[in-house]
């Protein structure tokens, strides 16, 4: 089945840019979206955007002027960019597949399967 | 309003019956299909409900959704110990153009 691991360093100073790569093993990165959410220690989930490897991309309010994602079929990964990182981007950062439509004008989302998740600390 | 509220912790004993509460606007849980995930303690999250009501393969019977209006309930019956975790209600919101999380709900199993 679709695995997903985050890679990355795991240690970004602040004013400096976050990039972490997810690389998608036993099935095709093509033809789905992809997201990245994070999750601060001890606090709940957030969103942080989503992809169409086609290109089309979806951030959140929150990130859109600081995140870029962008895909590499050829290697089956895709990467998160969040610029201008302080503290408060300090989290586990994870990768997940998103099944994302719309049904009878109701709009769903779900995230099957996740990455492991990675730890980034903002620090100097 | 685009915020998913969940009470921040619940509990039950073994074989008990419990529900967890997500409650939102007709932004988000009015007009868009609800999931649930479950995190076990110091692992990713797990999808456990989708679309209001779908369980994934593999996800026990025991794990039900519905949806109500603008809210949205999980309930676990036959309660377990290794159903000891945090349990978070996601879904999209028009007025965001994103995806909410509700708060998590840690479930203590006494």
């Known amino acids: 089945q679709v695995q997903l691991q985050e890679s990355g360093p795991g240690l970004v100073k602040p004013s400096e840019t976050l990039s972490l790569t997810c690389t998608v093993s036993?099935?095709?990165?093509?033809?789905?979206?992809w997201s990245w959410i994070r999750q601060p220690a001890g606090k709940g989930l957030e969103w942080i955007g989503h992809?169409?490897?086609?290109?089309?991309?979806s951030y959140s309010p929150s990130f859109k002027s600081r995140v870029t994602m962008s895909v590499d079929t050829s290697k089956n990964q895709f990467s998160l960019k969040l610029k201008s990182v302080t503290a408060a981007d300090t989290a586990v950062y994870y990768c997940?597949?998103?099944?994302?439509?719309?049904?009878?004008?109701?709009?769903?989302?779900?995230?099957?399967?996740w990455g492991q998740g990675t730890l980034v600390t903002v620090s100097s | 309003q685009s915020v998913l509220t969940q009470p921040p912790s619940a509990s039950g004993t073994p074989g008990q019956r419990v529900t967890i509460s997500c409650s939102g606007s007709?932004?988000?849980?009015?007009?868009?299909?609800v999931n649930w995930y479950q995190q076990l303690p110091g692992t990713a999250p797990k999808l456990l409900i989708y679309?209001?009501?779908q369980r994934p393969s593999g996800v026990p019977d025991r794990f039900s959704g519905s949806k109500s209006g603008t809210s949205a309930s999980l309930a676990i019956s036959g309660l377990q110990s290794e159903d000891e975790a945090d349990y978070y209600c996601?879904?999209?919101?028009?007025?965001?153009?994103?995806?909410?999380f509700g708060g998590g709900t840690k479930l203590t199993v006494l």
């Open positions: 997940a597949r998103d099944h994302w439509g719309k049904i009878s004008g109701a709009r769903y989302i779900w995230f099957d399967p």
């Open positions: 007709s932004s988000n849980i009015g007009n868009n299909s």
């Open positions: 996601a879904g999209w919101d028009d007025s965001l153009n994103g995806v909410l």
């Open positions: 036993g099935g095709s990165i093509s033809s789905y979206y």
């Open positions: 992809f169409y490897t086609s290109g089309s991309t």
């Open positions: 679309r209001n009501n």
